[in-house]
Every structure is written in structure tokens, then in C-alpha cells.
């Protein structure tokens, strides 16, 4: 397998902190270029300093973290401390960091360092809203046909929505931003809620993760306990959906994941159904597909995936 160049564009977030760590325990797969966060599950100031913590987390603090966007596009910004608490990392003492941010911006880093590396061989990451990827194909033409994939976790179909009743999220923070990645004519790989919520942290993978007797398998099972305390008592299920490392868990493992190539619009005018993708899963207009869009997960796979990799940390 070549081993994959990627830029994680995240807004930490316990489950972006889970997908961080998968990709930091696979270095024969991937090549963590650098961290680039958003605003989104809490506020810029919180999502950049717990990027850092997960490099720390992770003995990795030689992996660059650069600070993006403070707020969506167009809108007021929207944040989930109900689901993360106010840390976004709540379940842990916070301790701060002490690798540096870098002094570049984020949207920057991604622009050059598209530019740099030879066209085809970057893979973009977002595991929050797209602020940051929009702004940098609006600030940088030139990179869009740079991207090797765009690997991303966001919308819904058969799930609908998380957010509202029509919409995920990461889409729903900034539909603007979404609506350019999704008509950028890039290689687009979309793992929506219709795959992540069948990859459920049930009692015995959290009993796996503790057992480990690592401080990063304590850390990832207390992130778990807590924020899957919202989501039971939401849908009534057994454990939390853990979003983001099935990004991750993509470029690994492809074979974990089947969906269909479809074309996905993205709703930005109406009030009732703001940030919702609407995904062509029947083919029934004549749009162009432009996103491989999944529907399904082998959630055991995945787990065993997942608990192999954190049990190197």
C-alpha cells in the first residue's frame, strides 16, 4: 500500500482526537503532514489547543498544528459543547500543551503546502465544518486539481440529520464552505452519518480500550464514556457513534467501507432545511455525480482496526 500524504483539518472534538490518534499510530499508511484546525465543536481558540494535546497524547508533538478559521464563511458559528463539553475534550483533565502552534495560518498551510508537494499525492482530511478547505480553493484556484482525494466526514441521507432535523452538524455549521468542496470537481469521499452511526462504542470496545492499560487507551475510553452519554440517551442505542476515525479508517482499510457514487448538493437558502446534503442515493435526476458517498461499515472490522492501532500508542 502507498503510503498516504494527508492534511487533517479538525475542530476537536473527542472523536476528532480518537481519528487523530489512528492516523498517528499508522505510520506505514499515512503521512501526517500537518493539523490545520477549525472552529466548530468549540471555538478556534479550544480546537488548536486540543489538536496539540492529541499530538502530546499521541508522543508526536513534531507534528505541525496551524490555527485556520475562527468562524464560518457566512454565519454566525455554531458550536456542540452539549455533546464535547466546553473543553471539547471533556472526560480528561485538560493539561496544556506545550509543543508551539505554528505561527502560519492554517489556510495557508494547506495552500502551500499543496503547492509544494507534486500534484496528485495530497489527501485532504476535513473532520469539521469546510471552512478551512473553502477558503483556501477560494484564496488558490491552482490547488483544487493538487488534491489527490478529499476524504471527509459529514452529511447524512438515511440518517437525516444530527444537528437539525434535516441536517449534520459539520455541513450545518458552514453550508457555504460545504457547498464549494462539493462543487470543486474533486475526488470527494463523504462518510456520512448513515456509516457513522453504525460504528457504536458499545460497553465491551471502551472495556478494550481501558484494558490496554495505556494512558492513551484510558484517555480514549474516558473521551468515550463521556461523550456517548449524549447520544444514548438521544437514540436510545447502545453506544456513541464515533464520527471521525472512519475518515481515518478509509484510507487503511477501503475494504471496511461500500457506498455509491452519486451526486451530493448542498442546501443554503432554506431556513428549514440549512446545511443538509442532498444526496442522489436513487439516481433519480440527471446531476453529475461529484462524491462517493457511503452507506455502510463493517463495524466490527473497523473496531478491531481501531483497537489494534490505539494499542500501539
Request: one cysteine or more; charged letters at 20%; proline letters at 7%.
Amino acid at each position: 500500500m502507498t503510503r498516504r500524504k494527508i492534511i487533517i483539518d479538525t475542530d476537536p472534538g473527542q472523536d476528532d482526537a480518537v481519528a487523530i490518534l489512528l492516523a498517528l499510530a499508522s505510520p506505514d499508511e499515512i503521512d501526517v503532514l500537518g493539523l490545520t484546525a477549525v472552529a466548530g465543536n468549540v471555538p478556534l481558540a479550544l480546537t488548536q489547543r486540543n489538536a496539540r494535546i492529541v499530538c502530546e497524547l499521541a508522543g508526536r508533538p513534531d507534528v505541525p498544528v496551524y490555527a485556520g478559521s475562527a468562524a464560518p464563511l457566512a454565519r454566525p458559528l455554531v458550536t456542540a459543547e452539549h455533546v464535547h463539553g466546553k473543553s471539547g475534550l471533556d472526560g480528561i483533565e485538560i493539561v496544556e500543551p506545550t509543543m508551539p502552534l505554528q505561527a502560519l495560518d492554517g489556510v495557508e498551510f494547506i495552500i502551500h503546502t499543496l503547492r509544494r508537494e507534486a500534484p496528485g499525492t495530497v489527501t485532504l482530511c476535513p473532520l469539521g465544518p469546510l471552512t478551512n478547505i473553502a477558503k483556501a480553493f477560494l484564496e488558490a484556484p491552482d490547488i483544487v486539481n493538487r488534491v489527490q482525494q478529499i476524504v471527509l466526514m459529514g452529511g447524512a441521507y438515511f440518517e437525516v440529520g444530527n444537528i437539525t432535523p434535516a441536517a449534520e452538524f459539520n455541513i450545518y455549521v458552514d453550508p457555504e464552505a460545504a457547498e464549494i468542496v462539493f462543487r470543486s470537481g474533486c475526488d470527494i469521499v463523504v462518510m456520512p452519518l448513515d456509516v457513522t452511526h453504525k460504528a457504536l462504542t458499545t460497553a465491551p470496545h471502551v472495556a478494550g480500550f481501558r484494558a490496554m492499560g495505556t494512558t492513551v487507551g484510558h484517555t480514549v475510553a474516558a473521551w468515550t464514556d463521556f461523550f456517548e452519554r449524549f447520544d444514548k440517551e438521544k437514540y436510545g442505542s447502545k453506544g456513541a457513534p464515533l464520527h471521525d476515525p472512519c475518515v481515518i479508517a478509509y484510507l487503511i482499510r477501503p475494504d471496511l467501507f461500500s457506498g455509491r457514487h452519486i451526486n451530493v448538493e448542498i442546501e443554503t437558502q432554506s431556513d428549514l432545511t440549512r446545511g443538509m446534503t442532498v444526496a442522489d442515493w436513487w439516481r433519480v435526476t440527471k446531476r453529475p455525480a461529484n462524491a462517493t458517498f457511503m452507506g455502510d461499515i463493517d463495524a466490527e472490522g473497523f473496531f478491531a482496526l481501531l483497537t489494534e492501532r490505539i494499542g500501539r500508542l
